[in-house]
């Protein structure tokens, strides 16, 4: 609890540092410059004793802020994006950091788009699993929803057809996976990764490629992408007494489709990945439907159900979702404060419920956002990878302030 005092300090200046702030936009002849972003203080609560020796116990709190530098040349045809990351945690100094998850330079001509410098991409389109979403590391330290990624360097360049969209990233320097160690909650017993290890000294710096085609047709939405490079995903491997982080490299193909017709959205996912052990493939396939304004209130329920399945062998790379069903409602209020719910619950079809999430935000204020996240893990079969997350059932808890 050291930094306890320290992190309040540092909470009450920024946000009153950010106060004259808010919307800070300077234009002239030439350019436009925005600076917004947010200020977050974040308590994460875990009911259940540690599973593992040196685990802290009880509440947990953090002070993140997220500024945003946006510059726009007066011509349109120029960019300069920077979003650094800072997080400030109580009791975890494995989860204090610094990182750029922006920063990049942006070139337009009409239907040409060319991006070089650290960025962030999304891909997908399921709610339980983003399986096409390959090209920046997933952020551990954050959670375990893989909803959090870190900035990749990378040139990408977009050309826009009549035919559909283009996309080119070429990347390099790999970012390792940043797996909690041994004071972290929401973690297996593996506690310190002694080192990381590719195929060979210099895979790390290696550029890596990765080539993606989407379009509109009629009611469908449509993405297809090949990638050559490093696995985000970390094999751990024990010897000789320590713990090795093994990074392959493979080739994906990827499919991401989604059919919209009105209230009802059928979504798809899947991957072919060579590289990873035997080749294998997997995919997340079901559908949302949204009942708007239920009975005559301003209050729309969507209803959502997936299927998730994954071929490799488990024996040798573990996964969570090998052969799940994913059951959620997501509830919107449509109010003044955009409050809204999305509750969910994984259940593995040979063993039953594994998982339960909750969120719920709303806008308290114009400025102020609350956040209400809860995940419940069940499964206690030890050859499960989910069961090293029996005893780390967490409640969080976070107030934003947007400037």
């Not at 909803?147 to 996309?167: T, V």
């Not at 490799?312 to 059951?327: C, E």
Request: hydrophobic content about 35%; some cysteine; aromatic content about 12%.
């Amino acid at each position: 609890m050291k930094l306890l005092p320290q992190i309040f300090l540092v909470s009450f200046i920024s946000i009153t540092a950010s106060l004259p702030l808010a919307a800070t936009q300077v234009t002239n002849d030439h350019n436009e410059l925005n600076i917004t972003g947010s200020i977050s203080i974040n308590s994460r609560y875990f009911p259940e004793p540690a599973a593992w020796a040196s685990q802290l116990e009880g509440n947990q709190i953090s002070i993140s802020a997220e500024p945003e530098l946006n510059w726009l040349a007066c011509n349109q045809d120029c960019k300069i994006q920077v979003m650094p990351s800072l997080r400030l945690d109580s009791r975890d100094n494995d989860r204090n950091k610094f990182d750029l998850k922006e920063a990049y330079l942006k070139y337009s001509d009409n239907d040409l788009h060319l991006t070089l410098g650290i960025n962030q991409v999304f891909w997908g389109v399921t709610e339980s699993r983003h399986l096409v979403n390959i090209i920046n590391q997933i952020d551990a330290h954050e959670d375990v929803t893989e909803e959090s990624f870190l900035g990749q360097f990378m040139l990408q360049a977009n050309k826009q057809l009549d035919i559909g969209e283009f996309s080119f990233i070429i990347m390099t320097g790999f970012r390792e996976r940043a797996l909690p160690e041994s004071q972290g909650r929401l973690r297996s017993n593996v506690t310190t990764i002694n080192h990381a290890r590719y195929q060979s000294n210099s895979e790390q710096w290696r550029p890596e490629l990765a080539l993606r085609y989407s379009h509109f047709i009629g009611d469908f939405d449509l993405g297809v992408h090949y990638f050559n490079g490093i696995n985000r995903e970390p094999s751990i491997l024990y010897a000789n007494n320590e713990y090795t982080a093994f990074y392959s490299n493979i080739n994906q193909l990827g499919l991401d489709l989604q059919y919209t017709d009105e209230a009802l959205l059928l979504k798809f996912e899947g991957i072919l990945r060579e590289g990873q052990g035997k080749t294998f493939s997997a995919y997340v396939a079901g559908f949302e439907y949204t009942f708007y304004q239920l009975k005559d209130s301003d209050i729309d329920v969507g209803l959502l159900i997936e299927k998730l399945k994954d071929h490799r062998d488990k024996s040798v790379y573990p996964t969570v979702f090998n052969n799940d069903i994913f059951i959620g409602s997501r509830i919107a209020l449509n109010d003044f404060d955009n409050t809204s719910a999305l509750i969910g619950a994984y259940v593995d079809r040979d063993k039953g419920l594994s998982t339960v999430r909750a969120e719920f935000e709303s806008r308290i204020s114009e400025s102020w956002k609350l956040t209400i996240e809860g995940q419940w893990f069940i499964e206690e079969d030890p050859q499960e990878v989910v069961s090293a997350y029996k005893n780390d059932s967490f409640i969080n808890i976070e107030l934003s302030y947007y400037f």
